[in-house]
């Protein structure tokens, strides 16, 4: 099982914040976000994970690849870095790491802090962390049917669709799978406002027969 996490975000919610340190590297309660994210990761995983693909902006530096190094080496897991200096979208991001898409896969947006309260059901063609909030206009919803499975994808919706948000929290029975979608997507530039958006590959890969299920976080 191999962990892909896009965090090369320009954060600009945060300023000035994230003018110095990347959102991801944020620290809270003296640790950063993107190790509270691999700490609640790596006990829910039901397999060892092979290796965690960092995507980040070079000019984050030195200095913060070797913290990720650390990050990596202090839970005993492997690690890569990839680069993406153009924000052209969570699928774009994915792909900067697509190699790892094999099998299955974890993946994890480094801007979000959660408590994992759950095992990866690893049966399942999908899973996709979602939480109710009270204003999903910002988010990627999810709908679902009565057999509790995701029946579809929408980003941003300016009217009321679900209020079911992806956290940004993701697993992938075949991996490979989501690789070529993504790959389509981009290679036929299929954007959606001005990006490469993961919500249209999950959409395709649901039409072709791919069945997703959210997951719960405690908070």
């Known amino acids: 099982m191999n962990i892909i996490i896009p965090m090369a975000g320009w954060g600009s919610r945060l300023r000035p914040h994230t ?128 057999q509790n499975e995701i029946i579809d994808f929408v980003e941003k919706p300016k009217d009321f669709v679900s209020d079911l948000a992806i956290i940004g929290v993701y697993f992938f029975k075949h991996g490979e799978n989501l690789r070529a979608e993504i790959e389509y997507i981009i290679e036929n530039d299929l954007k959606e406002k001005g990006e490469y958006q993961l919500t249209n590959a999950l959409e395709n890969l649901k039409q072709k027969g791919a069945k997703f299920v959210p997951g719960q976080v405690i908070e």
């Open 19 to 146: 003018l110095t340190v990347p959102k991801p590297m944020l620290p809270i309660a003296g640790r950063s976000i993107v190790e509270h994210l691999i700490d609640n990761l790596l006990p829910v995983c039901p397999e060892k994970v092979n290796n965690i693909a960092f995507i980040i902006r070079e000019e984050f530096g030195a200095e913060i690849e070797q913290e990720l190094a650390n990050i990596a080496q202090k839970h005993g897991v492997k690690h890569s870095i990839h680069y993406q200096d153009q924000p052209l979208g969570t699928a774009h991001a994915i792909a900067c790491a697509k190699e790892y898409l094999k099998g299955n896969a974890i993946i994890a947006f480094a801007d979000t802090v959660f408590k994992a309260d759950f095992k990866i059901d690893t049966s399942k063609d999908g899973v996709i962390w979602v939480q109710k909030i009270d204003d999903p206009s910002s988010f990627g919803v999810v709908k679902l049917n009565e």
